[in-house]
């Protein structure tokens, strides 16, 4: 079964009209329900939860922080040729999640991160040097630099970047690199997650 729903639509709206919508037509089937990170929301697990559906989804990457001390450790089963998984029981022991990591995936995210660095380094002297080469105005250069980080979130938190009028009435900007943001971007480089209620699973 499938539905076509209007592109503006966030994708976790959909969910439980979907559920309904196949139950209906199909039945309460002994059905396992996969969703990708941007359809998962807290309410969505509860609702599928709540009528005993089983799941396999998507976790937000920012959940990994939670399990840093396992993406260090040594216990990884190789499932095939550059991937490895760790089950890693939910506290309530109703969920298990999946820690993943791709050899493949820790390349691209690599890449993905040098190049939007090297972006921000490059529009960064680029504003600095107008703003040395002729009178600006504060408003407009932070709203610059807005739109750089913008254009470029998978290596925006990298920087912290201030804008401020010098003595003489110029706009200046600085910039400076958060480390700790790179060391976690290298460790998790490569890592997804997943989450499960099929607790009985290998």
């Known amino acids: 079964g499938y539905e076509v729903f209007a592109g503006n639509r966030f994708d976790a709206t959909t969910v439980e009209e979907m559920v309904n919508k196949i139950e209906s ?16 929301s807290e309410d969505n697990l509860k609702f599928l939860k709540s009528g005993g559906r089983r799941y396999i989804v998507g976790t937000p990457r920012s959940q990994l922080k939670r399990f840093e001390g396992e993406l260090l450790s040594d216990d990884w089963q190789k499932v095939h040729e550059g991937l490895e998984v760790k089950l890693c029981p939910g506290e309530d022991g109703q969920e298990t999640f999946i820690l993943c990591r791709s050899e493949a995936r820790a390349q691209k995210e690599k890449a993905i991160h040098d190049r939007f660095e ?24 932070e709203r610059r630099v807005g739109r750089l980080l913008g254009a470029n979130t998978r290596a925006a938190g990298l920087f912290k970047v201030e804008v401020k009028d010098n003595k003489s009435g110029q706009v200046e900007i600085a910039w400076h690199k958060e480390e700790a943001w790179r060391q976690w971007a290298q460790l998790s480089e490569g890592y997804y997650m997943l989450r499960t209620n099929l607790t009985d699973w290998q």
Not at 31 to 38: A, E, H, K, S
Not at 128 to 141: D, F, V, Y
């Open 25 to 40: 037509q199909y039945g309460q089937a002994n059905r396992i329900w996969v969703m990708d990170r941007g359809m998962v």
């Open 118 to 141: 090297k972006r921000i380094d490059k529009g960064l002297e680029k504003i600095a040097e107008s703003c040395r080469k002729r009178k600006q105005k504060l408003g407009n250069i």
